[in-house]
């Protein structure tokens, strides 16, 4: 969910060259004369005047994926951020994760609900049929079905376009999507042909981009998912930068270049009018399993819902 492995850094820019892709540019804000107290202000500033949307981030501590989740643990939190985004994006629809489109549409929200798929047949099923119920219950407004399955190679594509049938066949008024690495999409024209709409994680921190150089970077993630998209429209699923942990190359774990990121990537993608799903909501601890420290810190909430900054 926000993880990548190194392969998932290399060869970027020698990709766009080849692709001859070319991206709309916004410089974003020059923080050479900003005072910390000047760049927390900015970033609150940001975060009031709201986002497109937001990942939910179900875990509390001492809470992993398998655990499940109350209504009124995720009913807590959507009222938390409520009012600085219009869409939530949830990841898997079962173990309490069902409460989150519901509880959403409940509270006005739009919601991009996703089906976790793995190599676990049995879950699979457990999952999509749980999306289907959610989206004739008209709780989902986009469908998500797989999370970066073909990256981490736990399903083949045959699979995959599968089970995005069978969704769209269930739920024919509702867009569906599959969510992937934005270069994946350049890899599978079946998977865009299969797509109602193109769901793509952009994540120059993964590829060791420096803060000075990452909206620029995100800029052409978003273009060659566009270039693959084939008129489609591309939504940015995930994208953030931690606030603390270990460093990754050129990218720079620290609150500082949290706020930056943020306030950057809201200011283009707005002015742009791109959809963007940030990454994350509130900081969990479990994810330290996966990522390292870095896992733990990606919320713009930290893990005892208060805003970081």
């Known amino acids: 969910m926000s993880y990548r492995e190194e392969q998932y850094f290399s060869k970027s820019q020698e990709r766009f060259a080849e692709l001859g892709i070319e991206f709309s540019t916004h410089e974003g804000v020059d923080y050479t004369d900003y005072s910390n107290k000047e760049l927390i202000k900015l970033w609150r500033d940001t975060l009031k005047k709201g986002m497109h949307g937001v990942c939910f ?3 509390e501590d001492g809470q992993e994926p398998g655990d499940v989740i109350t209504q009124e643990q995720v009913e807590r939190r959507i009222k938390i951020i409520k009012p600085y985004a219009k869409w939530v994006r949830s990841f898997s629809c079962i173990e309490g994760n069902e409460h989150i489109p519901r509880i959403a549409h409940k509270h006005g929200m739009k919601n991009m609900v996703g089906a976790w798929l793995s190599d676990d047949l049995e879950k699979n099923e457990e999952e999509i049929i749980s999306l289907i119920q959610l989206g004739k219950e008209g709780c989902v407004d986009i469908a998500a079905v ?11 594509l ?3 376009l599968g089970y995005l049938k069978r969704v769209k066949e269930a739920l024919p008024n509702v867009q569906v999507g599959y969510v992937d690495a934005y270069y994946e999409f350049s890899s599978h024209p079946e998977l865009v042909e299969a797509s109602d709409v193109i769901l793509a994680n952009c994540y120059p ?3 060791g981009c420096n803060i000075d150089h990452s909206l620029n970077h995100m800029q052409q993630m978003f273009s060659q998912a566009s270039h693959a998209a084939q008129g489609k429209k591309v939504i ?3 994208s953030g930068w931690p606030s603390k942990g270990e460093s990754l190359k050129g990218a720079h774990s620290s609150e500082e270049n949290a706020m930056k990121y943020f306030i950057n990537a809201q200011a283009w993608s707005a ?3 791109i ?3 940030y990454f994350s909501s509130f900081d969990e601890s479990w994810k330290v399993g996966n990522e390292g420290v870095v896992g733990a810190y990606w919320g713009l909430w930290d ?5 970081k900054f």
């Open 236 to 238: 940015i699923t995930e």
């Open 158 to 160: 045959e699979q995959l």
């Open 275 to 277: 959809e963007l799903f």
């Open 57 to 59: 981030s179900m875990y």
């Open 271 to 273: 002015q742009e009018n």
């Open 205 to 207: 921190y993964w590829e």
């Open 146 to 156: 797989g999370n970066e399955v073909l990256y981490r190679k736990e399903l083949t």
């Open 303 to 307: 893990k005892h819902e208060n805003l």
